[in-house]
């Protein structure tokens, strides 16, 4: 059992360490790199499951996965902030297109113009 608990322990290290890296990246407002820390992750949540099957093992180890169910709620609603944020940034965009068109026949179109490309 001193085996296993070792081993539930490592692995909880490990996945430990990429949610934390998972949280820098979200803070970053980097989604990208925040779900490759995410995905590499799984594999060791698996091989967690089979290792605390053993109720004993379980216990031993449960006060640290509460505290990492807790960082990975954090990181779910970090991402769903960033997510707000992207999509307002978008609808921005969109609105300053749409102003720029109307402008645009105006005016006329501009030859070469950068903010025409931007999207």
Do not use: Q
């Given at each position: 059992?001193?085996?296993a608990v070792a081993k539930a322990s490592r692995l909880l290290a490990a996945i430990d360490e990429l949610a934390a890296e998972e949280s820098i990246w979200l803070r970053a407002g980097d989604p990208?790199?925040?779900?490759?820390?995410?995905?590499?992750?799984?594999?060791l949540l698996v091989e967690l499951c089979s290792v605390i099957s053993d109720p004993a093992v379980a216990g031993?180890?449960?006060?640290?996965?509460?505290?990492?169910?807790?960082?990975?709620?954090?990181?779910?609603?970090?991402?769903?902030l960033l997510r707000a944020k992207l999509l307002a940034n978008k609808d921005r965009?969109?609105?300053?297109?749409?102003?720029?068109?109307?402008?645009?026949?105006v005016y006329g179109p501009?030859?070469?113009?950068?903010?025409?490309t931007a999207v």
């Open positions: 059992m001193k085996a990208g790199h925040a779900l490759e820390s995410h995905l590499r992750s799984v594999p031993a180890i449960s006060p640290r996965l509460a505290r990492l169910g807790k960082r990975r709620e954090e990181n779910r609603s970090n991402l769903s965009v969109v609105c300053t297109r749409v102003r720029l068109d109307r402008l645009s026949s501009a030859k070469n113009n950068r903010f025409r």
